[in-house]
């Protein structure tokens, strides 16, 4: 890549980390990344397993917690889908400053959709903690979580809990019955497969192919619905 191409948009230090927010030029038009700490994290040009993860939820998916705003495309998915309402919890707040800007056309659509609430904070604190009362956050008809690579290539290990039968089953409890609830993961793990089958025997692993110039990778976006605990 040829670093002219390469213009920055926004760059900010949080809790240790570097993420920056840049624009490439390519021969398709330009192409939005977020860069962590020099590494790359997503951009614009692929984001069919972004799509997926909100798919997972099916039309009309109603109140929905996101919990990892990205570059906004799980969440405009939601939103085309007809969602009523989004929960937008995102780590980073220098992100949800640049989405209120409007740095990117995706992320200005999300910020300024009516449906939409961005919150600062870890989501793992909402799902880790007992159900929200009336009126506050929660219950949903559906949660979508993007918030590390996955049980097998973690960037916060904190973010381990979500992973596990106990990470998962609180998760479910900020569902209401029959809510279902999707995992993006940087590729199939047998581990979480099998623990998900044992809360839900109709959950479901979906394998998403990327093509990256020769490189092929299978995303796995994981399904598992809230059922009555009779």
């Given at each position: ?164 039968t106990t990470g998962i089953r609180s998760a479910l409890n900020h569902l209401v019955e029959g809510g279902r609830l999707s995992l993006w993961s940087q590729g199939p793990s047998k581990e979480l497969w099998y623990d998900l089958m044992t809360i839900d025997s109709t959950a479901t692993e979906r394998l998403v192919g990327v093509q990256r110039g020769n490189r092929r ?14």
């Open positions: 890549m040829d670093d002219n191409t390469l213009t920055t948009l926004a760059r900010a230090t949080e809790g240790g980390y570097e993420i920056v927010l840049r624009r490439r030029a390519s021969e398709n038009g330009d192409v939005d990344e977020l860069i962590v700490n020099g590494a790359f994290a997503m951009d614009s040009a692929e984001t069919t397993s972004e799509v997926a993860l909100a798919d997972a939820l099916g039309p009309q998916p109603g109140h929905v917690l996101v919990g990892g705003l990205g570059l906004g495309f799980t969440a405009a998915q939601l939103l085309d889908l007809g969602a009523a309402h989004l929960d937008i919890v995102e780590l980073s707040g220098c992100l949800i400053d640049w989405a209120n800007d409007g740095l990117t056309e995706t992320l200005d659509r999300v910020a300024h959709d009516p449906r939409v609430t961005l919150h600062h904070g870890d989501v793992i604190d909402i799902l880790s903690a007992p159900p929200a009362l009336p009126g506050m956050l929660g219950p949903w008809d559906g949660i979508c979580l993007d918030t590390d690579n996955g049980p097998d290539f973690l960037l916060h290990e904190a973010n381990q809990t979500i992973y596990t990778t299978d995303y796995a976006i994981y399904t598992v619905t809230a059922r009555s605990a009779g």
